[in-house]
């Protein structure tokens, strides 16, 4: 059976629709954003909104695991691989990643959000974590659940609070928390 074609026009709804949120988000809290200021917005009826989501929340939701889908290398970040000789440095995915993105702000520096998102990280990354720490340590999956949520809450914090500050300062601070985390995954392996 031939694979379904994407429709090139829900493709374009959807854009529609998350950008419309990002720019009402930008000058409005979340809380208060309504379907009918993302239709106004992005010139679509409430019908056609209904035909792709359900309400706001998942309008949110799917920006932010599309936003993970293209954080490329953060898997491995979190996981403190080593990185590639050659390999650019100061590439950590979640501040580059919002350090070249500005739009995005909006969502990531909401503190009322911070929640909802790093739940999300964690939910797109969890299991990869989990297998990866089974076949390195002795850790139970509970233990190595709370390391998840410990460091994605650091990661997090360290990646909107340095968002804005220049890789000359950066990298050094950069440098340090690697080696933390490195010592803290390897004080588990079964090395």
Same mark, same amino acid.
């Given at each position: 059976?031939? @694979?379904?074609?994407?429709? !090139? !026009?829900?493709?374009?709804?959807?854009?529609?629709?998350?950008?419309?949120?990002?720019?009402?988000?930008?000058?409005?809290?979340?809380? *208060?954003? *309504?379907?009918?200021?993302?239709?106004?917005?992005?010139?679509?009826?409430?019908?056609?909104?209904?035909? #792709?989501?359900?309400?706001?929340?998942?309008?949110?939701?799917?920006?932010?695991?599309?936003?993970?889908?293209?954080?490329?290398?953060?898997?491995? #970040?979190?996981? #403190?691989? @080593? +990185?590639?000789?050659?390999?650019? +440095?100061?590439?950590? @995915?979640?501040? +580059?990643?919002?350090?070249?993105?500005?739009?995005?702000?909006?969502?990531?520096?909401?503190?009322?959000?911070?929640?909802?998102?790093?739940?999300?990280?964690?939910?797109? #990354?969890? $299991? =990869?974590?989990?297998?990866?720490?089974?076949? !390195?340590? =002795?850790?139970?999956?509970? $233990?190595?659940?709370?390391?998840?949520?410990?460091?994605?809450?650091?990661?997090?914090?360290?990646?909107?609070?340095?968002?804005? *500050?220049?890789?000359?300062?950066?990298?050094?601070? +950069?440098?340090?928390?690697? *080696?933390?985390?490195?010592?803290?995954?390897?004080?588990?392996?079964?090395?």
């Amino acid at each position: 059976m031939a @694979p379904k074609k994407i429709d !090139r !026009r829900i493709i374009y709804t959807k854009n529609a629709i998350k950008e419309s949120f990002l720019q009402i988000k930008a000058v409005k809290d979340y809380n *208060t954003i *309504t379907i009918t200021d993302i239709c106004r917005k992005a010139e679509i009826s409430r019908s056609t909104f209904y035909l #792709h989501y359900g309400n706001v929340s998942e309008v949110l939701d799917e920006l932010i695991d599309d936003l993970m889908a293209n954080v490329s290398g953060l898997m491995e #970040h979190l996981l #403190h691989e @080593p +990185q590639k000789e050659g390999s650019a +440095q100061c590439t950590w @995915p979640m501040c +580059q990643f919002l350090r070249m993105n500005q739009k995005y702000h909006c969502i990531f520096f909401d503190d009322a959000l911070s929640s909802r998102i790093i739940n999300r990280i964690i939910a797109f #990354h969890l $299991e =990869d974590f989990i297998h990866h720490m089974e076949n !390195r340590s =002795d850790l139970s999956r509970e $233990e190595i659940e709370a390391l998840a949520y410990f460091q994605m809450n650091g990661c997090f914090a360290v990646s909107k609070r340095f968002a804005k *500050t220049k890789d000359s300062l950066w990298c050094p601070m +950069q440098n340090v928390i690697d *080696t933390f985390i490195d010592g803290g995954l390897k004080a588990f392996s079964r090395q």
